[in-house]
């Protein structure tokens, strides 16, 4: 088993930044992509970005050049730096852990993001 538990979330301007942390504990050694999914009221979950132990990254195109995912193996820990941030980036953010046979979530942290 692994458990996630983000960090970082709250409420800022339009244009602002923030930056979220996600640190997994237990069976970390099963763990190959880690990444960050939102969802915003009424909408499906949806991917943010992703990286994998390799450090191989993927985005969503509506956060390419304004986010950036990073990993830092040896503290089992994922941050997503979230810069020129806007209304609809508003959303629980989830942080993911996915492993050969296994899918692993943490309970959400919210981003508000007024205009």
């Known amino acids: 088993q692994v458990q996630l538990v983000e960090s970082g979330g709250g409420l800022v301007q339009a244009g602002g930044s923030l930056r979220l942390s996600c640190a997994a504990s237990g069976s970390t050694f099963s763990i190959n992509l880690m990444g960050w999914y939102r969802q915003a009221p009424g909408k499906q979950r949806e991917l943010v970005a992703r990286?994998?132990?390799?450090?191989?990254?993927d985005y969503a195109e509506s956060v390419k050049g304004r986010f950036t995912i990073s990993r830092d193996n040896a503290k089992n820990t994922v941050y997503l730096q979230m810069n020129s941030l806007k209304p609809e980036d508003t959303a629980v953010y989830y942080c993911?852990?996915?492993?050969?046979?296994?899918?692993?979530w943490g309970q959400g942290t919210q981003v508000t993001v007024s205009s």
């Open positions: 993911n852990a996915q492993g050969s046979y296994s899918l692993y």
């Open positions: 990286i994998s132990s390799g450090g191989r990254t």
